[in-house]
């Protein structure tokens, strides 16, 4: 019998159907490589702020990946239009630990917005990938396989129109009409905006905060609350780059949540030049303190911070850039943990190359630890190679196998071993000599699993920078984990 993906539990005996709402324009070419530059020739840029240049036309990609060991997948892809019609499907063979990364047609239209759903007979995955013609904005975020009628976005801005704005798209996961009640909620937990809107079956709804806030600034989070099933996601725009979250489940909030990677690095003028954004929406009926603590990758202990009474709807915004961070130092690369009473929802944003660079994901809340997780957008290249964060959770030590698959085949090209300390974060580079095997022209999933009899549960986390600063653009993501 075919087989559903969850976010959680074993897969019960329906079949697999991912579903993403995303942009799509015309497709372009790749970006050509482009020879390396260092941090310190960035820093030797003026100090002066940069000015915000919007992205413009983006371009989206599906990447499909078979992490289940029981054979090939046969996987259809749906697109919808703005009227939940479809518009275009195609059928894709996938081997085992496997992936395909399919490109739209420009039968789309140079101006199409709409949704993906991806059906299967294995227990697939996906990421959708999006990026404009020259390559210096791009985001990704991962698939949702079990949509639901509540939802919560932890992160949302408006800053400037058009240039540092965000953009969020609904997909009605249904064959009913449904009522979608959009909420716009204040640090403070006041509401800033409401709507509803009436959605088609199988239709997406994209709003622009330019038409929300043309002439205020905002920084806060959006309920979403529907009469039917729906899943989510959010693009947000900086200076250069933009960033992509997928909207929250009630069931992936929690009163302890990790985040596998956060720096806080200056010049030597104390100009910031990577640092990170932490949002933590309070999503539960009471006020609560929120504290963030930081370590070391090592796993020692650096000090804390509390934003106290936080609103129920309300948000904690941990901006490592501040001077109220300076404990962390100029140099800081380390994880954090969030912990309250109520139960949160947190999305980060990491900036660098003095906020030209810009990528999204979601902190990972402690009752979805797990022991082995797909990393499905993997890359070894002349341009790009991936930089995979894993970080131990647990007082004891974690031995770690990271595998690395042919897209086309399924075979092992490479494998490496990675011991963690207590508590402690590495990062594993693909253009380590340790991946020779791949060779330069590599793009496909990665598989990291935990040995032993109760396997500790780590956190895993990709990002794909260009090697390039002139190539802005850069994509960051969860890796999923594999029940």
């Known amino acids: 019998m075919p087989a559903k993906l969850l976010a959680q539990g074993a897969p ?69 239009d ?28 140079s101006n199409f917005q709409g949704s993906a759903v991806i059906s299967s007979d294995k227990n697939i995955q996906a990421i959708a990938l999006a990026a404009n013609k020259n390559k210096n904005s791009r985001d990704a975020y991962e698939s949702a396989s079990a949509p639901a009628p509540k939802l919560v976005i932890p992160f949302a801005r408006h800053l400037m129109d058009n240039t540092q704005n965000s953009i969020l798209a609904i997909y009605n996961a249904t064959g009913a009409n449904a009522d979608v009640t959009i909420t716009f909620y204040n640090a403070d937990g006041s509401q800033a905006h409401q709507q509803t809107t009436s959605l088609a079956a199988h239709q997406p709804f994209y709003l622009n905060t330019n038409a929300i806030f043309p002439s205020a600034t905002f920084t806060g989070s959006v309920t979403l609350d529907a009469t039917q099933n729906i899943v989510a996601a959010l693009q947000t725009r900086y200076v250069r780059d933009t960033a992509a979250v997928r909207a929250l489940a009630m069931d992936e909030l929690d009163t302890l949540v990790y985040l596998n990677q956060v720096e806080r690095k200056s010049n030597a003028k104390g100009v910031a030049q990577n640092w990170s954004e932490i949002f933590a929406r309070n999503n539960g009926a009471n006020a609560a303190d929120i504290t963030i603590e930081f370590f070391s990758t090592a796993g020692a202990s650096l000090g804390i911070h509390t934003a106290s009474g936080v609103p129920a709807n309300g948000s904690a915004q941990f901006l490592l850039n501040d001077a109220a961070f300076n404990f962390l130092g100029a140099g800081f690369i380390g994880w954090a943990k969030i912990t309250a009473s109520e139960p949160l929802g947190v999305s980060a944003l990491s900036v ?115 090697g390039s600063n002139k190539l802005t653009g850069t994509t960051g993501y969860l890796c999923a984990p594999i029940p």
């Not at 015309?26 to 940069?50: F, G, I, N, R, Y």
């Not at 518009?87 to 894709?92: D, L, M, R, V």
């Not at 996938?94 to 047609?105: D, M, Q, R, Y």
């Open 12 to 80: 019960t005996a329906r079949a697999t159907r991912v579903r993403q709402p995303k942009s799509t324009v015309t497709p372009e070419p790749a970006a050509t490589s482009q020879p390396q530059e260092s941090d310190d020739a960035a820093d030797a840029e003026a100090d002066a702020e940069l000015a915000p240049v919007a992205p413009g036309a983006m371009t989206s990609q599906i990447l499909i990946f078979n992490p289940d060991p029981s054979g090939s997948a046969t996987a259809q892809l749906d697109i919808y």
């Open 82 to 109: 703005s009227a939940g019609v479809v518009a275009y499907t195609t059928t894709e063979f996938i081997s085992s630990n496997g992936a395909k990364l399919i490109t739209l047609p420009n039968t789309l239209g």
């Open 352 to 466: 660098s190359a003095k906020a030209k660079r810009l990528t999204g994901a979601d902190g990972l809340p402690n009752a979805q630890l797990n022991s082995r997780y797909v990393c499905g957008d993997t890359a070894r290249s002349a341009t790009e190679n991936s930089q995979l964060t894993l970080l131990n959770t647990e007082a004891r030590n974690a031995k770690v196998i990271v595998r690395l698959f042919d897209p086309n085949t399924g075979a092992k090209l490479a494998q490496t071993r990675v011991k963690l300390a207590p508590h402690a974060t590495t990062t594993v580079k693909f253009s380590d000599s340790l991946f020779a095997a791949v060779g330069t022209n590599f793009h496909g999933i990665a598989i990291v699993q935990t040995r032993g009899a109760t396997p500790p549960k780590i956190s895993a986390s990709v990002s794909n920078p260009y």
